[in-house]
């Protein structure tokens, strides 16, 4: 069994090495159990015909975030539902995503995410919430 230290890092390593989050963009920062930070550089694929950043970028950024705090607590947890506010558009720069799992039992886990610009300017903000399983995350084969 890892101690948790170890487990963290397993876990970091899982989302670092995720094909989705990384064709897009999206860097890992932070992982501790129950906290997770990630970040998007804008970049003139992510804008939309407006000039300003897709929504679907803003809610991957944010649910990469989620995916992370809910699953570091070595359990695979999937989401049942989500739930994204826009509040302040965004044509460049780097965003931030922090994850917070705000409640957490044995089957369910909450978390709010704050999406930030470089300013600290509230961007969006997300709420999450996943089903645990009883799989250990992160799994240890790979799926085919």
Do not use: W
């Amino acid at each position: 069994m890892l101690d948790e230290q170890a487990q963290l890092e397993a876990i970091k390593r899982h989302f670092a090495e995720d094909h989705f989050a990384a064709t897009t963009g999206i860097r890992v920062l932070e992982l501790q159990r129950g906290y997770a930070r990630a970040a998007l550089t804008v970049e003139d694929r992510h804008l939309n015909s407006a000039g300003i950043l897709q929504g679907g970028a803003i809610f991957t950024l944010a649910d990469f975030a989620f995916a992370m705090a809910c699953n570091s607590g070595g359990r695979l947890a999937v989401a049942i539902n989500t739930n994204l506010s826009f509040l302040k558009a965004t044509r460049s720069g780097t965003l931030i995503a922090e994850a917070t799992e705000v409640a957490r039992s044995r089957k369910i886990s909450t978390c709010t995410v704050r999406v930030l610009d470089e300013a600290e300017e509230l961007v969006a903000l997300f709420q999450g919430t996943a089903y645990i399983t009883s799989e250990p995350f992160p799994p240890t084969a790979s799926p085919l």
